[in-house]
């Protein structure tokens, strides 16, 4: 089974350009995460979302940061214009609902590690 | 919102059992404990969850007692490959579920 799919994995852009980053997650997951995680530090979440709705975004830059799941699957994570702050790796990670509702197992991409010059 | 401590590092060596223990004094009822494990390069990896008591799995087990405020995770007889950061959480049962608060996790590394 194909895990979660990011791209790219690594971006490097000027402060002040716009810059896009791409999540698949597992078949069947209706739940989706965009994580931020800065050297040396756990991942920070930054919004999550139950099929196309986003349901909690109250971590998410919401000046320079923005996201969609359009569909229901696959999201993108953007960020325009890009700061000097923003170099970190971004995590999506999925999930299925079980009965344990609060805290479901997530599953992690691989992460595309951002650096703004 | 319940606030976990763990250590900030440790080392070990080959063969040897490794015990990770995580402090959540503020732990509410409905929390569960959840650790995490982080590869260089990668995303993290559930690794176990438990309420009370003991779990265990093929990986590893993990001890709750009575009053919760605690856990130790138990990896036995690590190997290089276990070389990682471990993230201990606990359930943030907040009007948005699911959410997982990482703190600076463990940064474990076995010798040879």
């Known amino acids: 089974e194909a895990g979660v799919v990011q791209s790219p994995r690594y971006k490097i852009i000027e402060k002040k350009q716009p810059v896009a980053f791409w999540c698949n997650p597992i078949?069947?997951?209706?739940?989706l995460y965009w994580y931020r995680q800065n050297l040396g530090q756990g991942p920070e979440l930054l919004i999550r979302y139950e099929n196309e709705e986003a349901v909690d975004d109250s971590q998410l830059p919401k000046d320079r940061f923005s996201a969609e799941r359009l569909k229901g699957v696959d999201s993108t994570l953007k960020i325009q214009p890009a700061e000097l702050g923003d170099s970190a790796v971004y995590l999506c990670?999925?999930?299925?609902?079980?009965?344990?509702?609060?805290?479901?197992?997530?599953?992690f991409g691989p992460g595309t590690r951002l650096t703004v010059l | 919102l319940a606030k976990t401590t763990q250590p900030i590092s440790m080392d070990s060596y080959e063969g040897q059992e490794v015990n990770i223990t995580c402090s959540h004094n503020?732990?509410?009822?409905?929390?569960?404990i959840t650790w995490y494990q982080q590869f260089p390069s990668q995303g993290p990896r559930f690794i176990i969850q438990?309420?009370?008591t003991k779990v265990t799995n093929e990986v590893a087990s993990l001890f709750i007692p009575a009053d919760r405020k605690s856990s130790t995770l138990s990896l036995p007889r690590v190997s290089l490959s276990d070389t990682a950061v471990y993230y201990c959480l606990v359930g943030d049962d907040g009007a948005a579920g699911n959410k997982l608060t990482f703190g600076g996790g463990t940064r474990v590394l076995v010798k040879p």
């Open positions: 990670a999925s999930s299925h609902p079980q009965d344990m509702t609060l805290y479901n197992e997530q599953f």
């Open positions: 503020n732990i509410a009822t409905n929390d569960y």
């Open positions: 438990g309420y009370k």
């Open positions: 078949s069947g997951h209706n739940t």
